[in-house]
C-alpha cells in the first residue's frame, strides 16, 4: 500500500473501516468494458457510489483501474455506433447520449446550446428597420381580425394603438 493511502487512511474516523478490496480493481475494469459508467458499477460492487470516489483518492490502483475503465466504456459505446453506423441494431440517441456524457464534452468544451449574439458591421449593433403601416383602409372587421392575429401570436394588441390615436 502506497503511503499516501496510508496517510488518507488514518485521516477516517477512529474505528472506521473500509469495505475496499483490490480485487475491486479488476472488477471496475470489468464491469465499465460493458459500457458502465462508475456511478454505474457502485450496485454490483454493493458500495454506495460516494465510496467509489474515496476509493479514487484513497487507492492509487483503483484509480488507476477506473481510467482504464473509462477507456473501455468509452471503446464499448463506440463499438455499438459503428455497428448502427453500418446499419447494424441499436438506438442512435442512446448511444450518442451515452459517449456524449462519457466524453470531454460533458466537461464543457461542447454544448447542446449554442449562443449567437448578432452584431451589425465593427460590432455595432445590426441596422434595423422600423416599418410603418397605414392601417386606415381597413374596415373594423379587418382591425378585430388582425388584433385576433396578434394576441394570438403573443404580440400586442392592436387595442392599445387604437385607444392611443382617439385619446391623443
Known sequence: MSSRAIRSITKLAVGATTSYKPVYCD??????AEGRSLEGCALPLGVHPG???QWLRLYPE???AVKAGQAAAMTFWEDRLLVVAQGGPGNFQAIQWALRNRSRAASGWHHDREIVEHTGA???????ETATYDLSRLTGEELDALDRLL???GRLSLQSDRSQDSSG
Not at 472488477?27 to 465499465?32: A, G, P
Open 27 to 32: 472488477r471496475v475494469v470489468k464491469l465499465m
Open 51 to 53: 465510496t467509489l470516489y
Open 62 to 64: 483503483f484509480s488507476d
Open 122 to 128: 465593427d460590432g455595432r449593433p445590426p441596422d434595423t
Open 151 to 153: 394576441q394570438k401570436a
